[in-house]
């Protein structure tokens, strides 16, 4: 009883000190994001010359892809000092306002994005407002912009990120100048939105102004690296990284679609009704750091692919992935994608069309909610339907290594449908057998 007496104290003490907190805004992704999928360019790894000049050559080919939001990788000058490997972090930026002369010029950015548009696609950026590198100039002309020891030392966010100088959001003046270079490339560049490194990291409250700031100049989308619910009052996409890992755990056996069920359904508690989820079997950070989704994937690198094209709510491909590339890109060092043609560019487009097509899969509150079949193996077999109005999409998944005859049972069941990948069209019941062979799945339309 104390314990909810003082949590009460708190919740009653935080909105005496934030009247204008952030369960006052309201934020809603634009019109063009709710039936588009995500693409992750890393410029420095995407062609021999790592140039943006050389990256607008594969526009054509992203159309085609159809992942309409390209997310650009910092374009921002990396730092010297501290600097780890050759060329450094993306993610240590020595100047906000600029562009790494690596990859080009100014002139060259605002080319691409007039391009990207032209094509009816769309752009965001990397964003890094938790620090900056240790060469960046507000290190000498701003020092109480930055997190100090007791010594008045300033210092990194942790003991590994020791390329980068942590920014401390306490200081009012940091936050005007944040917010100041994060509109200048919406006014000067027109981008779409952003992508928030460790956005948790820094003040929800700062965000909340920074996004009231950025709309005022364009109605933008912006996706934020963290997984909790109270960041969507600022932003409309969340990674679930809880997801990805519960995929990795089911291709290692530790985990089951029982898993996977019960996570979806906290997801829909939890979050708030427009959140936009963000689905991934690789990014940046996985691939680097963790490996390929060939190795942490296996056999299931397909399933899983598909998978997180049909369940709620944007899927992302990482630079490589539609190619099949299966090594980890270095992260410090140049290190080109493996560019060769692969059936996933076909699965993932057909896809990426379906979601543009079909109803039941648009994001957020347009899409259609999960309806879950009933299965004699629960643990293996993952059956969904979503629907909205006359669009509906049926899908089933053996997500094991071993073949599995299963019953399925269910009023999602019933009806006609069309295999959306061999256009053979099939009549269902509302109990049916299947045969499954390992990691097979089946998507059908209707």
């Not at 306002?97 to 032209?118: C, D, Q, R, Y």
């Not at 965000?207 to 709309?215: P, V």
């Not at 679930?240 to 019960?262: M, P, S």
């Not at 060939?294 to 992302?316: K, N, S, W, Y």
Request: aromatic content about 14%; glycine content about 6%; charged content about 25%.
């Amino acid at each position: 009883m104390l314990k909810k007496y003082i949590l009460v104290l708190v919740y009653l003490l935080l909105i005496s000190l934030f009247p204008l907190t952030a369960t006052a805004q309201e934020f809603t992704p634009p019109d063009w994001s709710y039936n588009n999928a995500i693409y992750e360019v890393n410029i420095r790894q995407y062609t021999e010359e790592g140039t943006i000049k050389a990256f607008e050559k594969h526009l054509p080919r992203l159309k085609e892809l159809g992942a309409d939001i390209l997310w650009l990788m910092p374009i921002h000058p990396i730092g010297e000092k501290n600097r780890k490997g050759t060329l450094g972090s993306y993610y240590s930026v020595k100047d906000y306002k600029a562009v790494n002369p690596e990859f080009g010029t100014l002139e060259e950015f605002k080319s691409l994005v007039k391009m990207i548009h032209k094509m009816g696609m769309y752009v965001i950026i990397d964003w890094v407002a938790n620090h900056t590198a240790w060469d960046h100039q507000w290190i000498e002309e701003h020092p109480e912009f930055y997190t100090q020891d007791s010594l008045g030392n300033i210092i990194s966010p942790n003991h590994d990120w020791t390329d980068v100088a942590d920014l401390n959001f306490d200081n009012r003046e940091l936050w005007s100048e944040m917010i100041d270079a994060l509109k200048s490339w919406v006014e000067k560049c027109d981008i779409d939105g952003y992508r928030c490194d460790v956005a948790g990291m820094v003040p929800t409250e700062f965000w909340i102004e920074a996004r009231t700031e950025l709309e005022k100049v364009k109605h933008v989308f912006m996706l934020a690296e963290w997984d909790t619910p109270e960041v969507h009052l600022a932003f409309d996409m969340t990674y679930d990284w809880d997801l990805h890992h519960i995929l990795n755990g089911i291709a290692k056996e530790e985990k089951t679609v029982i898993d996977l069920i019960e996570h979806l359904n906290n997801d829909v508690e939890e979050f708030p009704a427009n959140a936009f989820r963000m689905q991934f079997t690789s990014n940046h950070d996985e691939n680097s750091w963790n490996g390929t989704e060939f190795e942490r994937l296996g056999d299931g690198v397909e399933a899983f692919a598909v998978l997180t094209c049909l369940i709620p709510d944007m899927p992302l491909v990482y630079s490589g992935q539609e190619a099949g590339n299966n090594k980890r890109l270095s992260f410090f060092e140049k290190d080109l994608v493996d560019w060769k043609d692969d059936k996933l560019f076909d699965i993932y487009s057909r896809l990426f069309q379906l979601k543009k097509n079909n109803k039941a899969l648009q994001n957020g509150t347009l899409g259609g909610e999960m309806t879950y079949i009933k299965s004699s193996d629960e643990k293996n077999i993952f059956a969904f339907s979503r629907s909205v109005e006359k669009d509906k999409v049926l899908a089933l998944f053996n997500l094991s290594n071993k073949p599995v005859e299963v019953e399925l049972t269910g009023e999602s069941l019933l009806g006609n449908f069309k295999n959306y990948f061999t256009g053979k069209l099939e009549t269902f019941s509302g109990k049916e057998s299947f045969e499954l062979n390992p990691w097979e799945y089946r998507v059908y339309t209707k």
